[in-house]
């Protein structure tokens, strides 16, 4: 046990020593944020379209994509994606060959396109980030899924029962410049636009048929604007000036739409829709914007979706404190004050349905000024909650952020990630793909259970406050047949079990209840024979657990972390599992790089630079604290 704790000690202080150089000198840390080659494809594309010079950007783009196709031809969003991805095939071979640094004949481009045609062409791309830029540039009619929309439902106030503002704020960003680009029917070609005629594997695209749930929807859209005063003329031109000017406010410092990369790429595309000059300011600024998220992956340029700089920033300030390191240190004062200067006093979106709330929150990325969200914001308190004690500047930025955490807390009793009882059940029927998990924000394990780990540990709060109560209750009446719980953030069931299990200890849930020895048991069954624990992106897609085969350090630091809030004592399966994420820390392979972050299945899986760092020292820290005598 002493040589445990020896090793233990070794690593907390390797991690931490590499986190102080780390470090930037405005207090913040810069770890990628790595999603596929979406952007990637999808910048380039842009690019060319908008004929913008910016060859360095997009040789380095080109090869980081070309270096990612498989052996099969094809590219797939993580590595035991069974059959590849068609949808990513389709954005890496577009952009290819429009970057013009790959032709028709080259191998890899012959490899692609059979890929492509064995799984159906064009006609069976799924992404709804694809469908649309091929839209855009020509490659196909847009979709009955968005057309049938119209653009007038962005003046139905949001008392009616079916508004704009019944969609979560990340659908609805990306919404609003698809609806834009689909009324007008927008279609950009240039001279270079490449020819994807050869991908198509039957000769028309196929009519889409309305379910009736989908028409229920129309007729509830068309219900609202027979309420609407005015010719449709004149509300045709009131909704497309509502959204352009939707698009405009939302624009952060950046140039950037609401600070995610996909959405900005729409939007550019839906001014040019509008009229606007490919050299309008801002558009400009929006490439500039887009340009400015890159970062290196193994020594290759991407594009992140959105720079997690604040996340990591909280997340590594509260990890360093649990490993030791004192408040006072320069690396906590200087990551403290970071974070004191991006949390968030502006309105935005998520007032709408919390009208009654001060802004106080945390946002993903430092450029992120309106739209925070609750699991940002309870990591930016726990960085700075023991400072809060003793300095009123500290105080009264944590005080504003509770109250804005608490305050988020859905009717059901759960908390969802950025906008409070944004979760009609009816807009998940939209054929739209992705819809399903994009078109709501409802209560997740994850968020519940992470922001019942932070009010309990560091606001002291439990089950006999009725909102505590609530929120335990909602967690207890989701848990899985198994004994799991789903994550929304990130993959998957051993994430949302262990935020559930964190959750629900601090909030004074005796250990011994049946839901959290169910949930323990559940997650010492799949341990994996050498002691660590591994989870496929596959489960987000299927909704049941799959095993990866391997073993990872931030799935299994989460389910370690889980463990020990169960266990007073180490046991048999804590301790393999520790020694397990220790070497996993000084190992490199798929599986250390493997995806853990989640976003939308089957769309959108992230790899986090920052896990392999964060979780473990929290996890290591955490067994220290408990179990060394």
């Known amino acids: 046990m002493r040589n445990l704790f020896s090793q233990i000690d ?8 590499n986190l102080i150089h780390e470090q930037h000198q405005d207090g913040s840390w810069h770890f990628c944020f790595e999603n596929g080659i979406l952007i990637d494809a999808h910048l380039i594309i842009l690019l060319r379209t908008l004929n913008m010079p910016s060859e360095d950007l997009i040789k380095r783009l ?9 052996a099969d031809g094809g590219w797939r969003w993580y590595t035991d994606e069974k059959g590849g991805n068609l949808s990513a095939s389709v954005d890496a071979y577009y952009a290819l060959l429009y970057s013009g640094y790959s032709q028709t004949n080259d191998e890899p481009i012959e490899r692609a396109r059979r890929y492509i045609q064995s799984k159906g062409g064009l006609e069976k791309v799924t992404s709804i980030l694809t469908i649309a830029l091929l839209a855009a540039t020509g490659q196909r009619k847009w979709p009955a899924s968005i057309t049938s929309i119209p653009l007038e439902v962005l003046l139905l106030p949001a008392s009616f029962p079916i508004s704009i503002y019944d969609f979560s704020g990340y659908s609805r960003v990306h919404l609003v410049p698809l609806l834009i680009m689909a ?28 379910t009736r749930e989908l028409q229920d929807i129309l007729a509830g859209i068309q219900s609202g604007l027979g309420r609407l005063i005015g010719t449709p003329r004149s509300l045709h031109e009131a909704a497309t000036t509502k959204a352009e000017q939707f698009m405009i406010q939302r624009i952060e410092s950046d140039g950037t739409l609401y600070s995610y990369a996909s959405c900005t790429l729409l939007m550019i595309f839906a001014f040019l829709a509008l009229g606007y000059d490919s050299k309008h300011p801002l558009i400009t600024h929006a490439v500039q914007g887009l340009i400015a998220m890159q970062c290196l992956s193994r020594g290759r340029t991407t594009i992140q979706n959105s720079p997690s700089t604040v996340w990591d920033t909280a997340l590594l300030t509260y990890a360093l404190q649990q490993a030791g390191m004192s408040d006072e240190h320069e690396t906590i004062q200087r990551a403290t004050k970071y974070l004191l200067a991006v949390q968030q006093y502006k309105t935005g979106d998520w007032q709408i349905h919390n009208p009654n ?11 992120n000024t309106i739209n925070p969200d609750v699991d940002d914001s309870t990591a930016a308190l726990r960085a700075i909650h023991s400072l809060s004690h003793r300095d009123p500047t500290y105080r009264d930025a ?11 807390q859905n009717n059901d009793g759960g908390w969802p990630a950025f906008e409070k009882n944004t979760d009609k059940e009816m807009l998940t029927w939209l054929a739209i793909p992705g819809a399903k998990s994009a078109a709501t924000d409802p209560s997740e394990a994850d968020l519940t259970g992470r922001t019942l780990e932070y009010l309990g540990n560091f606001a002291a709060l439990d089950i006999k406050h009725e909102f505590i109560g609530r929120g335990t209750h909602w967690l207890i009446e989701h848990q899985g047949q198994d004994g799991s719980w789903y994550g929304h953030w990130g993959i998957c069931y051993i994430y949302g079990t262990w935020a559930a299990l964190t959750g629900l200890t601090a909030t004074g849930i005796s250990p011994d209840h049946a839901a959290i020895q169910k949930g323990a048991n559940w997650l010492q069954r ?8 591994g989870e496929s992106c596959q489960s987000d897609q299927l909704r049941h657990f799959v095993p990866l ?16 809030a169960v266990h007073a004592q180490p046991t048999p399966a804590i301790d393999r599992g520790i020694h397990r994420l220790i070497t996993l820390l000084h190992e490199d392979h798929w599986a250390t790089t493997y995806p853990t972050g989640a976003g939308l299945p089957d769309f959108f899986y992230v790899h986090y630079h920052s896990y392999r760092t964060i979780w473990p020292l929290l996890t290591l820290s955490h067994y220290r604290s408990k179990y060394k005598k």
């Open 526 to 533: 799949i341990q994996n024979p050498d002691g660590g624990w």
């Open 549 to 564: 085969g391997a073993s990872t350090p931030s799935q299994t630091a989460w389910a370690l972390d889980a463990l020990m």
């Open 398 to 408: 944590w005080n504003r952020g509770i109250h804005w955490v608490i305050s988020m």
């Open 357 to 367: 709330a001060l802004p106080g929150g945390w946002g993903f990325s430092e450029t």
């Open 62 to 70: 080109h090869e980081r994509i070309l270096a990612e196709q498989q």
């Open 10 to 17: 070794q690593e907390i202080q390797r991690l931490t020593m």
């Open 183 to 210: 009324d007008r029917k927008f279609a950009m070609k240039t001279a270079a636009t490449p020819d994807l005629s050869d991908l198509r594997v039957v000769s028309t695209q196929a009519e889409e048929s309305y």
